[in-house]
């Protein structure tokens, strides 16, 4: 391949290719290259992931929310119990 002979000679003779310089892996980074980094990046999600689920905007669920109106005032007793009927089911 073209890019194997534009590498740069060695001490020694050994050529040097421009992708790989005798890493023996692709590109020079080999697996434990690559754990460090993981082990940085994967506390990093797991926290993200934690944070948002702890912090981010709860909606609530319908029973939630028909609590809230009625508490309000915006819907009266019987409307209320009534829903709440119809949204938890037969029991």
Do not use: N, Q
């Not at 940085?40 to 981010?56: C, E, K, N, Q």
């Not at 109106?69 to 829903?83: K, L, N």
């Amino acid at each position: 391949m073209a890019w194997e002979t534009m590498g740069a000679r060695k001490p020694g003779g050994r050529r040097c290719s421009v992708l790989a310089c005798e890493m023996g892996s692709m590109f020079g980074m080999s697996w434990w290259m690559w754990f460090p980094g993981l082990l940085v990046l994967a506390p990093v999600i797991v926290f993200g992931t934690w944070a948002v689920s702890r912090f981010g905007p709860r909606t609530g669920g319908p029973v939630r929310i028909l609590e809230e109106r009625y508490a309000r005032g915006e819907i009266d007793a019987e409307e209320f119990e009534r829903r709440r009927a119809t949204l938890e089911g037969p029991r």
